[in-house]
């Protein structure tokens, strides 16, 4: 099992930034690679961006690329989401999700990001 707690969730202006970290704890040597979704209100839950956990291969989705960069810190078993110019259509729960080497994925109890006009 793998247990995610994320964090920097907030109240931001458009155009602003926010540094969501999630960091891992529990089978963290099983991990294949962690990601961000988010999930606004009415909508689906929708994929953000995801990290390999050995390497540095990175994914985003195409409402996010070149606003968003994921990052990670093995040494600390976390995975981080830098999210700059931030628009209003941002507004949602961002949930960090690890899947590990036998396809299991582990989430977190997501963080409110808001960001007002």
């Known amino acids: 099992q793998v247990q995610l707690v994320e964090s920097g969730g907030g109240l931001v202006q458009a155009g602003g930034s926010l540094r969501l970290s999630c960091a891992a704890s529990g089978r963290t040597s099983s991990i294949y690679d962690m990601g961000w979704f988010r999930q606004a209100p009415g909508k689906e839950r929708e994929f953000v961006a995801s990290i390999r956990w050995s390497g540095s291969s990175t994914d985003y989705a195409d409402s996010v690329k070149g606003r968003f960069t994921i990052s990670k810190d093995n040494a600390k078993n976390t995975v981080y989401l830098q999210m700059n110019s931030l628009k209003p259509e941002d507004t949602a729960v961002y949930y960090c999700?690890?899947?590990?080497?036998?396809?299991?994925?582990?989430w977190g109890q997501g963080t409110q990001v808001t960001v007002s006009s």
């Open positions: 999700v690890a899947r590990n080497r036998y396809s299991s994925d582990f």
